[in-house]
T-cell receptor, first 115, second 111 residues
Framework: GAGVSQSPSNKVTEKGKDVELRCDPI?????LYWYRQSLGQGLEFLIY????????KSGLPSDRFSAERTGGSVSTLTIQRTQQEDSAVYLC?????????????FGSGTRLTVV | SQQGEEDPQALSIQEGENATMNCSYK?????LQWYRQNSGRGLVHLIL?????REKHSGRLRVTLDTSKKSSSLLITASRAADTASYFC???????????FGKGTKLTVNP
């Protein structure tokens, strides 16, 4: 597609349940990023994939969070045993390379609400 | 701690006026980027200015970068109601490939 696609747009889940968020990056973009944004706040980095390199997981807040990127394309962010503090907008972005040289193209995000 | 800090946190102006937002950062960078966000969803990349550039223009946008003061400014000229959004600066600190974003400036342009 022409842009970064995220699904679902909105997700309401019960505390303790697992959720999966999906990101389809722009075709050919080797770099993929996940961020989250709590209400009225800035963006918090979660994880970064670049080509076939090991991902930079330094932003994942706990071991309940994990992400994978299959075939260098689609990525899934999984949150296990969701907590109310996980409620946020989860944003995915892709770029032709890293942030040293390129801007990011963001998807529209997934708004996660944990009740 | 935040790499980039925008100032002011909020700005309200009348249509047709100019809007200026500032960003300060802490560590050395090789570029600084500005993004716009409408309605708390996806961000749109506006402009990238490299550390060896002092000024860059794109349409009604003018960005300056002062590496000696570790600061940047975004000027929107002849603002429109459609410019109402939050504006974020972002930098790749040091040699990092991941961008660190500030908390943003919320701009309201009143018709």
């Amino acid at each position: 597609g022409a842009g970064v696609s995220q699904s679902p747009s909105n997700k309401v889940t019960e505390k303790g349940k697992d959720v999966e968020l999906r990101c389809d990056p722009i075709s050919g973009h080797t770099a993929l990023y996940w961020y989250r944004q709590s209400l009225g706040q800035g963006l918090e980095f979660l994880i970064y994939f670049q080509g076939n390199s090991a991902p930079d997981k330094s932003g994942l807040p706990s071991d309940r969070f994990s992400a994978e990127r299959t075939g260098g394309s689609v990525s899934t962010l999984t949150i296990q045993r969701t907590q109310q503090e996980d409620s946020a907008v989860y944003l995915c972005a892709s770029s032709p390379g890293g942030g040293q040289n390129y801007g990011y193209t963001f998807g529209s995000g997934t708004r996660l609400t944990v009740v | 701690s935040q790499q980039g800090e925008e100032d002011p946190q909020a700005l309200s102006i009348q249509e047709g006026e100019n809007a200026t937002m500032n960003c300060s950062y802490k560590t050395s960078i090789n570029n600084l980027q500005w993004y716009r966000q409408n309605s708390g969803r996806g961000l749109v990349h506006l402009i990238l200015i490299r550390s060896n550039e002092r000024e860059k223009h794109s349409g009604r946008l003018r960005v300056t970068l002062d590496t000696s003061k570790k600061s940047s400014s975004l000027l929107i000229t002849a603002s429109r109601a459609a410019d109402t959004a939050s504006y974020f600066c972002a930098t790749p600190p040091g040699g990092s490939e991941k961008l660190v974003f500030g908390k943003g400036t919320k701009l309201t342009v009143n018709p």
